[in-house]
């Protein structure tokens, strides 16, 4: 039995979550991707096929903010926060959380728990 890289695993992981995890109107998804050096997430209305929000590390917001953002949880959970007030400004409240195959720990974790301290339900 040969073992799949962590990268397939979480690929795999990531289509077994989406068979359940569809974005509507109401409440859309939440989606996390993880990188090496950065972290990027978006709220996505799966029926529309449309992006309404995003926020990630690389943001031109957050680079005025600070110099050295990275992959570490408090580059995440600037992030959590920026895109929670861009999503309530957007009139979203509730969002389904995608956490894109990751494990719910460290980078994605923190990410998570700031949105939610800035407003989001899920």
Known sequence: MTKLSRKLQT????????????????????????SNNHIYAQV????????????????????GASDKLSSNCDSSSQVGKLLAKRAIK???????????GNLYHGRVK???????DAGLKF
């Open 110 to 116: 923190a990410l998570a728990e700031a949105a939610r």
């Open 90 to 100: 957007q009139g979203i409240k509730q969002v389904i959380f995608d956490r894109g």
């Open 11 to 34: 690929q795999k992981r990531h289509r077994r979550l989406r068979r359940f995890l569809i974005g509507s109107e109401a409440r859309p998804r939440l989606s996390v991707f993880r």
């Open 44 to 63: 996505i209305d799966d029926n529309a096929q449309k992006t309404i929000c995003s926020a990630s590390t690389v943001d031109k917001e957050l680079k």
